[in-house]
């Protein structure tokens, strides 16, 4: 017997999440059925779409995970061996084989074969993570709403990531400014993060604010015309609000989680290409 409607386990970091409820959002527009199951810890994040508008109220349930940081430790490198490991995968197994359904979809293909042989159901992955957004896009027979390059007047720069490596060095915030001039720039850093210091503008035309919760963050990203990121959750959470943005790289850019916007209007660049090209 066919499956009235797939079962989604999600337990990875904010960006997959993201990704996962926008496709969600566009496919519950169509009248499609789906049930989607996850980790606690991105309970704040949907919990801000919802109270600004941005995303319809979806068929999700929230539950503990012992997530108590960005992801399940099974699924990184650096947090794979532990108890706190073991527990994690423990509580992941119980939530799968309490679900009627005998397939069961997770995010992404990474450690999915580890995983199979320790629960009593069929485990699918909705992207094997050469072109996420398109796995996303062909599970749920949906196509993300289209942007288009604004007049810009206001810039958001968003310098953070979870990977420091990710986070936007100072000489590229500063190219960036440069490349916008004439534009109102503001940089928005995470909580009590430290101070770029970057050569800044005159004061009326470059301010610093910071943010603390997704409600701050949604709030800072609609407030203005375009939002410059590293390969990171904003990026993501900026295609979800419909928000022209621009993805910078470390090193060389490997576009799998790269979003429909700044594929399709070559808005990404590695820190040093960036640099150069304002030079």
């Known amino acids: 017997m066919e499956e009235a409607s797939p079962t989604i386990v999600a337990a990875r970091a904010y960006g997959d999440f993201t990704i996962l409820i926008a496709h969600a959002n566009a496919a519950l527009s169509q009248n499609q059925a789906f049930k989607i199951i996850a980790s606690s ?19 999700i349930e929230f539950v503990d995970m012992g997530i108590k940081g960005s992801l399940l430790r099974f699924f990184t490198n650096k947090q794979l061996l532990g108890m706190e490991t073991i527990q994690q995968v423990q509580k992941l197994k119980a939530r ?8 069961i979809y997770l995010e992404q293909a990474a450690r999915l074969s580890w995983l199979k042989p320790l629960v009593h159901k069929k485990l699918e992955a909705i992207s094997q993570g050469k072109t996420v957004y398109g796995d996303y896009a062909t599970f749920f027979k949906v196509e993300l709403p ?17 990977q420091a490596k990710k986070n936007l060095p100072d000489k590229c ?3 960036i400014q440069q490349k916008h001039s004439d534009a109102q720039t503001t ?28 409600e701050a963050l949604i709030n800072l990203i609609q407030s203005h015309d375009f939002v410059y990121c590293p390969d990171s959750a904003q990026a993501h959470i900026c295609q979800l609000l419909q928000k022209p943005h621009f993805m910078l790289y470390p090193n060389q850019y490997h576009l799998s989680f790269a979003t429909p916007f700044v594929i ?16």
């Not at 810890?41 to 068929?59: N, V």
């Not at 942007?147 to 990531?161: A, D, E, F, H």
């Open 146 to 162: 289209s942007m288009q390059m604004p007049t810009v007047q206001k810039i958001l720069i968003l310098p953070s990531s979870r």
């Open 41 to 59: 810890h991105l309970a704040p994040l949907y919990k801000a779409f919802i109270k600004l508008g941005a995303i319809s109220s979806l068929p």
């Open 96 to 103: 799968i084989e309490d679900q009627p359904n005998e397939t």
């Open 187 to 214: 940089v928005g850093l995470f909580g009590s993060a430290s101070p770029h210091h970057f050569p800044t503008k005159d004061d009326q035309m470059q301010q610093t604010v910071q943010y603390s919760s997704f």
């Open 173 to 175: 915030i500063a190219a």
């Open 264 to 279: 399709k209007n070559k808005q990404y660049a590695s820190f040093r290409t960036f640099e150069l090209a304002v030079e």
